[in-house]
């Protein structure tokens, strides 16, 4: 079983429209959890870190839910520059900063 | 800031051949990282480094082996390369913090190397 696992997509959204999606972890013990996002062909970038209140950066909400060892991220008002793959990454605690990565989820955004 | 850039880009290699790939940060970082990705699956980490002269073995480290002589500098070889090793490398650098186990910044991640072994 992957440690982290998220739905690979690719979510079809229309240009204004929200979108949100899931990541599974298997692991208990993990402390941190971020979202990168990684354009076609380009290295990953960190989107956003996740926090336990949930947090919100403009139009990206992220939430965490320990009880049920997932995280989500939410795009309101989609754009087409939002086009990418997102993935999902934690990590454990003792690990000299070593993450876990999703395989990523796509979310193709059209006009 | 340059930040990490990778160097070659693109490699193609016929099964046996050797290479190395070269990482470089100008963020004076201490972990540094070297992580493969294929089609389907997430990012797996091959080797790591959390100073100058360490190195440790990640998820994927079998056919590799690095060396971290300076800082700045994160080598990863390949001594016979196998069909099996064509794969997107990607190598990161985060700040880190020597002799702390619990780190966790952002990783910056520099260009890719795509390799082809035929």
């Known amino acids: 079983r992957k440690e982290v696992e998220q739905d690979p997509g690719p979510f079809n959204v229309p240009e204004g429209a929200t979108v949100a999606f899931n990541c599974t972890y298997s692991n208990s013990a993990s402390q941190s959890f971020f979202w990168y996002r990684q354009d076609c062909r380009k290295e990953p970038k960190l989107l956003m870190s996740?926090?336990?209140s949930g947090n919100e950066d403009g139009r990206f909400t992220a939430q965490l839910n320990r009880a049920s060892q997932y995280i989500s991220l939410l795009i309101r008002d989609s754009k087409l520059s939002d086009s990418a793959t997102y993935l999902c990454v934690v990590a454990t605690t003792d690990s000299w900063g070593k993450l876990q990565f999703g395989a990523g989820t796509q979310v193709v955004v059209t006009p | 800031n340059a930040g990490v850039t990778q160097t070659p880009k693109f490699r193609v290699l016929k099964t046996g051949q050797s290479m190395t790939l070269l990482c470089a940060q100008d963020?004076?970082?201490?972990?540094m990282y070297w992580y493969r990705q294929d089609p389907g699956m997430g990012l797996r980490l091959i080797h790591y480094s959390v100073g100058e002269g360490t190195t440790a073995k990640g998820e994927v480290p079998d056919g590799y082996n690095v060396s971290r002589l300076k800082k700045q500098n994160f080598l990863l070889g390949l001594e016979s390369a196998a069909p099996s090793q064509t794969s997107v490398y990607f190598c990161?650098?985060?700040?880190?913090?020597?002799?702390?186990?619990?780190?966790?910044?952002?990783?910056?991640f520099g260009p890719g190397t795509r390799l082809t072994v035929l």
């Open positions: 990161a650098s985060t700040p880190g913090q020597a002799n702390r186990r619990s780190s966790y910044n952002e990783q910056f």
């Open positions: 996740v926090y336990s």
């Open positions: 963020m004076n970082h201490e972990y």
